[in-house]
Nanobody, 123 residues
């Protein structure tokens, strides 16, 4: 089970940190990801991190502004979001991929999803 938190309302240029606590077993080969979705649009990849190696991937739209990290002891993944823009407004979801080849940008690679947390950036 994944529990996302940390969303809220922030002005453009501000920051938020999202958390995703994973209950149950996270294996070393798993990949944790963050996605976002706005009404009428498909779920969009934001960032991912490999649980064992810590290797990170980011969508071009968030590179240099967002940072994904993990706390292995707490089974928690974070998304630090800085320099937020109105176009970052969305429901943010965390997810875990247990695919042998690792998670990618494709939501179909991910096996379990959190409930989502709303991020609203005002201009």
């Amino acid at each position: 089970q994944l529990q996302a938190s940390g969303g809220g309302l922030v002005q453009a240029g501000g920051s938020l940190r999202l958390s995703c606590a994973a209950s149950g077993v996270i294996y070393s080969n798993d990949v944790m990801g963050w996605f976002r979705q706005t009404p009428g649009k498909e779920r969009e990849f934001v960032a991912s991190i490999a649980w064992r190696s810590g290797r990170r991937n980011y969508a071009d739209s968030v590179k240099g502004r967002f940072t994904i990290s993990r706390d292995n002891a707490e089974n928690t993944v974070y998304l630090q979001m800085n320099s937020l823009k109105p176009e970052d407004t969305a429901v943010y979801y965390c997810a875990v991929s247990k695919k042998p080849y690792g998670g990618t940008w494709d939501p179909n690679d991910y096996d379990y999803w959190g409930q989502g947390t709303q991020v609203t950036v005002s201009s």
